[in-house]
């Protein structure tokens, strides 16, 4: 008896040392590249350590109230909520008002699926080369177009009022079909009974989606907004090609912000501190992605 | 069933319409590259045909270098974190061990904090081990797949017990398991992992940027970033529509033979 439990015992602590062994290989990228710099970053985020300097030196909060006092700080902080409301709105808006196209049977769907998803496979760099000279100053496709009409050239890059939504309005023409993905198969969840109970009460077009479509999307809309707030922090290349930030830090967002402190000004302390308020967004923003764990979206 | 049949025609061109809206800097791009360079921009080309952009920049621009190097981190990376995750996620979805919702945490915690967040830590971590400005840089942080890992766990998880039972009366060791029996069945997880893992790092471009610095070790947007922002290219929108086409086009020729591939793990990344 005691033998046995013995050998089962041994047998366990086989099974573990096994199981180990074969995570250890993703666990020490892991480990080292995404838990320990979280920390790392947190402890950075406390301390004065610029490059030259032979290690980080203690000084509690200095960081974050440096940072409070800095009129760019709260320019950068303010772009940053207001670049994520212009992209993460209006690419919802379009994505939904894409599936409900592709929604139908149609010869066209192919190129259709083809002709909107196509942006989100290029990369940001590509398209923010190309769309720099679409928004280019006078001589760009937009200002063409506007001065062949007889307009007034936009310069949209030149202006702080307008480089935000310029950039925007790419980023939506990029995202919009990777969202429209998640809308299509929340569309094609809803059960044709319900459908069709609604169109025999008489319910049509606008007022069938409005009362019925809409209200039962409620979770897709949870979750791609959780997504779509992810994304609009962590990707900053377009501003990187297309403005570095100009008109005067009108485009300057957090990423941007963080990287010019660490990498332009080698300032690894604020940079630390800039970093530990993306981090604190990005889990705040993604905390609705946990409620859809056991709903699994397929697209067919 | 009138009036719906003219709906139907109207949407349907409603919908053509957009689609030819969101084909327009594609088409006007390829439309620049392959014409004469003019200082009026117009939406259709208005000169002959010429590939005299594509050769200025090939010569201008190293890329046969940048492709190789971006081919060479795309594959490599790939091809370790084929092996780490499938390990990986064969113990987590068929062993019972101590510390098992540790390692599901860790995993969590790297779906939720992308790599860009944590650039000035890894570059401190890297420069320590003095590995700044080489290929192996751009690759290390990401050779332990935290989505990869849980793709693979969810597949290997619907793997029949029988099979495994089978494997074992044969005399089968765990390795074997794994990679006989486990692996082929998780096809479509690879297959879906392959697609975000080569694309996600044939577009990254602040992670390399931030790593190299010899033209011999960036990759092909860095190049690409580096020649649209020199004076040569300014205003020389042909030339750097050339080499936008030269980046995109094996990733866009991939996306439209494969494309219900790519849109489903696009979108399984994101459900997670």
Same mark, same amino acid.
């Given at each position: 008896m005691s033998n046995r439990k013995k050998s089962s015992l041994g047998r366990s602590i086989k099974n573990n040392i096994k199981a180990w062994a074969l995570l250890a290989p993703s666990l020490i990228f892991m480990l080292g590249f995404t838990v320990y710099p979280i920390f790392k970053t947190f402890y950075l985020s406390l301390t004065k350590y610029k490059? *030259?300097?032979k290690a980080p030196e203690f000084t509690g909060f200095d960081n974050f109230i440096k940072l409070a006092q800095t009129p760019l700080f709260w320019k950068v902080i303010g772009n940053t909520a207001f670049w994520a409301l212009l992209t993460a709105i209006p690419s919802m808006i379009v994505g939904l008002g894409l599936a409900i196209l592709i929604n139908r049977k149609t010869k066209l769907l192919s190129f259709l699926r083809v002709s909107y998803f196509y942006p989100v496979v290029l990369p940001m760099i590509a398209v923010a080369s190309i769309w720099s000279f679409i928004y280019m100053? &006078?001589?760009g496709l937009v200002d063409q177009t506007l001065i062949k009409l007889g307009l007034e050239p936009l310069l949209a890059l030149s202006k702080k009022d307008t480089v935000l939504p310029a950039l925007a309005g790419m980023y939506v023409w990029k995202e919009a079909g990777y969202l429209m993905v998640f809308f299509l198969s929340g569309l094609q969840a809803i059960s044709p009974e319900v459908m069709e109970a609604a169109k025999i009460d008489g319910s049509r077009g606008l007022h069938l989606f409005r009362h019925i479509t809409f209200p039962l999307l409620g979770p897709t809309f949870l979750f791609v907004s959780s997504v779509e707030f992810t994304n609009c922090f962590k990707l900053v290349d377009h501003v990187m090609i297309m %403005?570095? *930030?100009a008109p005067n830090n009108a485009s300057t967002l957090l990423l941007y912000y963080i990287y010019q402190q660490g +990498? %332009? &000004? +080698? &300032?690894y302390g604020t940079s630390s501190a800039l970093s530990v308020i993306m981090l604190v967004t990005l889990l705040i923003v993604s905390i609705p992605r946990f409620f859809r764990q056991d709903k699994k979206v397929h697209y067919n | 069933m009138k009036r719906e049949k003219i709906a139907h025609i109207f949407i349907t061109a409603f919908s053509a319409i957009i689609a030819v809206v969101f084909l327009i800097p594609l088409v006007w791009m390829i439309g620049v590259a392959f014409s004469e360079p003019s200082f009026q921009m117009t939406?259709?080309?208005?000169t002959k045909f010429t590939l005299d952009n594509f050769k200025y920049v090939w010569k201008a621009v190293p890329f046969a270098r940048y492709y190789a190097n971006t081919l060479t981190v795309v594959l490599v990376t790939f091809v370790i974190q084929f092996f780490t995750s499938t390990l990986a996620g064969y113990a987590l979805a068929v062993m019972d061990f101590k510390g098992k919702g540790l390692v599901f945490v860790i995993i969590f915690m790297q779906l939720i904090i992308p790599n860009d967040a944590l650039i000035i830590p890894n570059f401190l971590t890297l420069s320590k081990l003095g590995?700044?400005?080489?290929k192996l840089a751009i690759i290390l942080p990401f050779l332990g797949s935290a989505l990869a890992i849980f793709l693979l766990r969810q597949h290997f998880k619907s793997v029949p017990k029988a099979l495994f039972e089978a494997a074992m009366l044969d005399g089968a060791n765990t390795w074997q398991v794994i990679w006989k029996v486990y692996s082929p069945c998780a096809k479509p997880a690879y297959m879906s992992f392959a697609v975000i893992s080569v694309s996600y790092h044939w577009n990254n471009y602040l992670w390399p940027l931030i790593v190299t610095n010899a033209p011999s070790n960036r990759t092909l947007t860095v190049g690409l970033a580096i020649f649209a922002k020199s004076k040569e290219a300014n205003m020389q929108w042909a030339n750097v529509c050339a080499a936008t086409f030269i980046i995109i086009l094996p990733l866009l020729i991939a996306f439209f033979i494969m494309q219900k591939q790519f849109i489903e793990s696009f979108v399984g990344a994101g459900v997670k």
């Open positions: 490059m *030259g300097m100053a &006078n001589n %403005t570095e *930030g +990498f %332009t &000004n +080698f &300032n | 939406f259709l080309p208005k590995v700044i400005d080489t």
